[in-house]
């Protein structure tokens, strides 16, 4: 799609050359946005986090994407969410693209774009909706790393060595790391838990995933031991009066910070020799492709995992069929 454009990137690119030239320097703080477009990013990011519920990130996210976008409309003459055209938003791809911009990058632009074009669309801001017709390249899907079930055991059966006075954190680090892999949660869920979330005789947690989406995970055995080991022995030890209701918590008695969950994650993996590299993400990933190996059928593991489409929990089916290929590979003698 962006070879098409060449031309208005070559454009873009001589536009930006003349400008550095002329005295303009190339790391310059942009120009303030157009009042149209400064309002209508306004209306648009209230009404991602009002309407829509979205998170902080995503909004954050938006408001960056569009800027861009803004920044790059101005520079051609182009003042209002009205006079954006096709043309436009190419362009402002185009541009991106010759700037190294990747291709799961450029697809997440172009959505942003899109999503916007058709909110200012219905809400008056624009007589049409160029987005639309806007197509983009699709980013490349990297099946994930995952570990192997022996080695996930190995993992969480490994004892870190740790002094006298270190046995809290290790009680809280052992239940962080049952639980992403029992549950498959993302590390901002787990981080997000509360006392109440989690039902041990039951042997189910209750998390709040994107969206405010609530939905209710099983624990194993050994996930729900590894919490009650927390809850009796370690974080009585470090609640005060910045704990609140928070399940898991910091040295320092606040909510668990995602940063040492994944501190964690990467330290007791670094422990077990052979094991890869992998975060809270990447076990994750091994859950998921661990219960769809063992014969959990996808939309048992769509529910779990918390995808909006089937089509994001099918990846792991590719995860599986490419590990049963490398076995196969390895063993049969005529592969």
């Given at each position: 799609m962006l070879d098409d454009?060449?031309?208005?990137?070559?454009?873009?690119r001589v536009a930006t050359t003349a400008g550095t030239a002329s005295g303009a320097h190339p790391t310059a703080p942009p120009t303030p946005l157009p009042a149209a477009f400064a309002d209508a990013l306004e209306d648009f990011c209230d009404h991602l986090r009002l309407e829509r519920d979205l998170s902080p990130h995503t909004v954050r996210a938006y408001r960056g994407d569009l800027a861009s976008l803004f920044d790059h409309a101005a520079r051609m003459q182009v003042t209002s969410p009205n006079q954006l055209e096709l043309a436009t938003l190419r362009s402002w791809l185009a541009r991106l693209h010759t700037q190294g911009a990747g291709?799961?990058?450029?697809?997440?632009?172009?959505?942003?774009?899109?999503?916007f074009t058709a909110w200012a669309a219905r809400r008056g801001l624009?007589?049409?909706?160029?987005?639309?017709?806007l197509t983009s390249p699709k980013p490349h899907r990297t099946l994930p790393a995952v570990l192997r079930p022996a080695e996930a055991t190995a993992a969480l059966d490994a004892t870190p060595v740790t002094s006298e006075g270190d046995q809290v954190e290790q009680l809280r680090d052992q239940a962080i790391l049952e639980l992403l892999y029992a549950t498959g949660i993302r590390v901002s869920e787990l981080c997000g838990l509360d006392r109440d979330d989690v039902d041990l005789e039951r042997r189910t947690i209750r998390v709040l995933g994107k969206g405010r989406k609530e939905r209710t995970v099983p624990l194993g055995e050994p996930a729900v031991a590894a919490v009650l080991r927390w809850l009796a022995?370690?974080?009585?030890?470090?609640?005060?009066?910045?704990?609140?209701?928070?399940?898991m918590l910091g040295a320092r008695g606040r909510r668990l910070d995602?940063?040492?969950?994944?501190?964690?994650?990467?330290?007791?993996?670094?422990?077990?020799?052979g094991l890869p590299d992998l975060g809270p993400h990447g076990l994750r990933h091994?859950?998921?492709?661990?219960?769809?190996?063992?014969?959990?059928d996808l939309r048992t593991v769509q529910e779990l995992l918390?995808?909006?489409t089937l089509a994001t929990t099918q990846i792991y089916t590719h995860v599986s069929i490419e590990r049963l290929k490398a076995s196969y590979d390895r063993a049969h003698p005529r592969a």
């Open positions: 454009h060449a031309v208005i990137a070559e454009r873009d291709r799961a990058t450029l697809a997440r632009r172009a959505s942003s774009a899109r999503t624009a007589d049409s909706d160029p987005g639309a017709r022995d370690g974080r009585p030890h470090w609640a005060g009066a910045d704990s609140g209701a928070a399940l995602p940063r040492t969950a994944r501190r964690v994650v990467h330290e007791r993996l670094a422990s077990v020799p091994s859950a998921a492709t661990h219960l769809l190996e063992g014969g959990a918390g995808h909006a």
